[in-house]
């Protein structure tokens, strides 16, 4: 096998230029800055985001949810696998903006904008964007062993807000484990690009199943039973006053908003640019945990005429069985028909039977818009 | 999250054996398999464990 030597600089990445035939344009190919590299491996080293739908592309549930003020109107809210938690700590609308970093390649951002201030909270008060992990994506982080490896962070935020913000890392699936690290908001209203490296936790393995793995918790605000310890910046059995200390408080003013987009997971300790991938792709992946569709089905012949179903199967084999809410349908037919329950849910698929009221309601057709969540 | 109305739901009269949970969750009426894991039924064992929410028995 030969071999061909090439000069590459003397610091960061080199690029290489193949010159084209006539008539042909230039290729160029180039080598990070690491030992060892090969083309074959750049190949081979596909970057994988172990976060789903951190370049904000889907949106099933809705594009904007106002007054987020409490547990009661937190959760999953607009895009789709990021959670928001919200005790008591402002009122806020989420929503999608097209507000992004520029030439980067991003449709959407997530936005928090205050609508009603919280310039005091109080002690167990907190407020924070959360991405839950499925802990058997996790296995390859070998945390639990001496050979546990280091995640990066990587991701773009804004905000009119400068200072100190929070992200912590929960291991839920063992022992409530966690680790924070800080950034910093430097110039405001301004778009960053911020990378952040946790060390791998040689302590606990990570429960190979379907359950949470690593919560990642995107602080905005914290009342002082969050912050009045040590930042815990290494693994450590979870302590509450150690999570989110220095975390400046975005909800002291409605003029306050928070952007977010841009969120990249990955194995090491390098970023590497954003991992785009085709709008299908992400919401397959974001299907396996919630899914907003339609199922439909015709009336056929049944002793008594009152019982039917219609059914469809998911787009993906959910995370775990769904729970299921019917937000709306239409039954054509005869008339005397309503949909009035979940029949039958597995993490495949999904029956509702509805009822009839005599034999002309036969070969009725009808449909319902369903939601199905397995969300961690 | 917050859980009112719940009830247990027997979705096939022959077993007889309640296999859901309906209930009203943060507004939206919801039906619950009972399955641990699943992050509304982990929450309202929660809230039943901690005695502030009672399902009611299948009708």
Known sequence: MSELKLQGGSSGSSTYIIQGGAGDTNRTFTLPNVADTTISSIRDRRPENLLINGGMNVWQRATSQASISSTSTDGYVTADRWETYNNSLGTWTQSQSTDVPSGQGFGYSLKMDCTTADASPAAGDELVIIQKIEAQNLQHLLFGTSSAKSITLSFWVKSNKTGTYIINLVRTDVSNRHISKSYTISSADTWEKKEITFDGDTTNAIANDNGRGIDFNFYLAAGSNYTSGTLATSWEALTTANRAVGQVNLADSTSNEWYMTGCQLEVGDTATDFQFEPYETVLRKCQRYFWYGEISGAATADNDYNKNYMGNSFPVTMRDTPGITRVSGALVGHGGFNADETTRVTKDSVTVGWSGSNYRDIGAAGHQILKADAEL | ?59
């Open chain 2, 1 to 59: 999250m917050e859980i009112t109305n719940a009830r247990y739901v027997i979705t096939d009269p022959s077993e007889n054996v309640a296999n859901l949970i309906e209930a009203t969750i943060d507004g939206e009426v919801w039906d619950i398999p009972l399955t641990v894991g699943n992050r509304f039924y982990d929450e309202i064992m929660r809230q039943v464990d901690a005695g502030t929410l009672t399902i009611a028995e299948a009708e």
